[in-house]
């Protein structure tokens, strides 16, 4: 079977860790875009299709929830399911992901890198 | 045996502190009210008695009339002047306090966020850490040697070792900043019984600990299963900690009246008398060199108890063991053991006692 690579688009400003959630899924045959901010996120989005994306919340600047709100108004890429990337253990960043913002899955930092490649497989062959 | 009251610690403190300040010779303002006029009315009467008994010839009813009212008047106006000076020096007294009050909360506050900041600080290079360790050791960047694969699993169990102690931190925080919320669950007793044993299971392994369960058959609680269970486990694990190698530990779940009977008995070294009530305090370890050798990061029972207090239980240390529990436990009573129980009681149904 040659299906076509799926594209995941990483948003995080820590350096290393985007290293090594690139690292991981590349092992899992997933094409990895990163980017470090709001504004390398929206150029990677308008450059080529993504088919999932993992955004951190706490970055400086246009933070995590801006960067989700200008990713969901847009026709474009409404679509695209977006998996939360934080270190924000608050159950109330939480509800809010989950019930208000409606994204995929909320996975907290530390996280175990099976579970991220378990959530990703799930929602993208859902 | 040391008795943990819930309800007799805590914000209640503070406001204690403040009215017990700003009084005249320790006396409050109602015993002023009515000690003073005694005080001058005896004096009065005294008065009045040698008065007319020594220096007047005469008694009349008018000289009567002016004594008494005389002594009313001084009395009431003593009176007044001591309340005004008591309630002025009580309403500096409670000023001064409650700026002190405020300063320390602001310091309190500047506390917990940096351990809240420290703490996400601490996550992000660690979940980089413990995901590249995790990756490597599922063989999927290629084979490991065997004892690369020992190193590797020694790095991933200190990884979540070090999480495990970031949680705690940030949890005793955040508890400090608003109060614990518990979700209302119905718990399966046996099967958390067993969900603990299996998590600790290795640890007991490893130090040649006999771990034993007791519960109930058949019983439920409504509480926060989350809590609940990180409350158990503390406990079992602190067990694990103090308890000497080949020792016992035993989880028992009872029903006592209307309270579910948590019991943590361990035949480990004790808790000395004095210490029992310092356990339950955050960062405390019974002394430093203990602390070295079973390490911790002393916010395990601390974290016990404002679960306890949540959910309106009681929890209470008893060490050393009485002979009852000792036979529990399966020591014989001539063996040279101490050991510990630590005792929990929450209600069946959470939202009854919270009403």
Known sequence: MVAKKRTILIVDDEINLVQMVTDILEAEDFKVLPAYNADECLAALKKQKVDLILLDLMMPKVDGWMLHRKIKESKDWKDIPIIILTAKTDALDKNVGIEIAKVSAYLTKPFVPQDLVNKINEILNK | ???????????????????????????????????????????????????????????????????????????????????????????????????????????????????????????????????????????????????????????????DRLQHHIEELLFISTLESKPMVLKHQNINLMELAEKIKARMRPKAEQKGIDLRTEVKPGLTMINDEDRVFQLVSNLVDNALKYTNEDGKILLTIDKVGDDIELRVTDSGIGIPPDKQEKVFERFYQVDSSVSRKYGGTGLGLAICREIVRASNGNIEVISPLPKDSLKDLGVRSDEDIVGTMFDIRLPVNLASKNG
């Open chain 2, 1 to 159: 045996m040391a008795k943990k009251k819930d309800a007799d610690t805590g914000t209640g403190n503070k406001d204690d502190r403040l009215s017990e300040k700003g009084t005249l010779a320790g006396l409050s303002v109602w015993h002023l009210i009515w000690i003073v006029p005694l005080i001058v009315a005896i004096f009065y009467a005294l008065w009045d008695f040698i008065e007319v008994h020594y220096f007047t010839t005469t008694e009349t009813t008018s000289m009567r009339i002016v004594y008494s009212v005389r002594g009313t008047t001084v009395a009431f106006v003593v009176t007044v002047f001591a309340v005004y000076y008591v309630l002025r020096a009580q309403n500096r007294q409670e000023q001064k306090l409650r700026k002190a009050l405020t300063e320390l909360q602001a310091l309190d506050d500047t506390k917990n966020n940096f351990l809240s900041n420290v703490s996400h600080e601490l996550r992000t290079p660690l979940t980089t850490i413990n995901g590249y360790v995790k990756f490597m050791l599922s063989k999927k960047t290629g084979e490991l040697s065997e004892n690369q694969e020992r190193y590797l699993r020694i790095m991933s169990e200190e990884c």
